[in-house]
């Protein structure tokens, strides 16, 4: 995956100039700002690659419902610490979701598979740690980031 991220990049590069500013003649100031179109190109296409290539794996506890279930979950948050097997268990307990069944494990996704509030938990937040309560369209959750490669 790298060298083809290479590739294109280097590709950009030599091709970015002469498409952007209307084929090879031009000035140094035409120049100076292919550079800095670029670079911008650089930091999109960069992005673009590492969203494609990041994944993470994160189990969860799902309680519908309101301010209860919110304190519900703070309440199992403090028994549980950051402990993954009391998780499971506690999941497997109390989690309105299939995934219950299985400890709560959601498997390995994508950035953007997941609803937006879930998503910027798993791929920002501490790995091996549970966060949360989370609100959500579905109710409140209690996350726990098995793993994730940035």
Sequence with gaps: MRSFQLIVLCCL??????CAFGGL???RNALAKSSALNMGIFDDIQRAFKSLSMRANASHILI???A???I???DLKREIGNNPVAFAEAAATYSACPSGRSGGNLG???PGQMVKEFDQVVFSEDVGVVHGPVKTQFGYHLILINSRND
Excluded at 13 to 18: C, F, L, T
């Design 13 to 18: 590069s030599m091709i970015s100039p002469i």
């Design 25 to 27: 003649q031009g000035s």
């Design 64 to 66: 519908k419902g309101g």
């Design 68 to 70: 209860e279930a919110e």
């Design 72 to 74: 519900k979950l703070e």
């Design 108 to 110: 390995d996704f994508g």
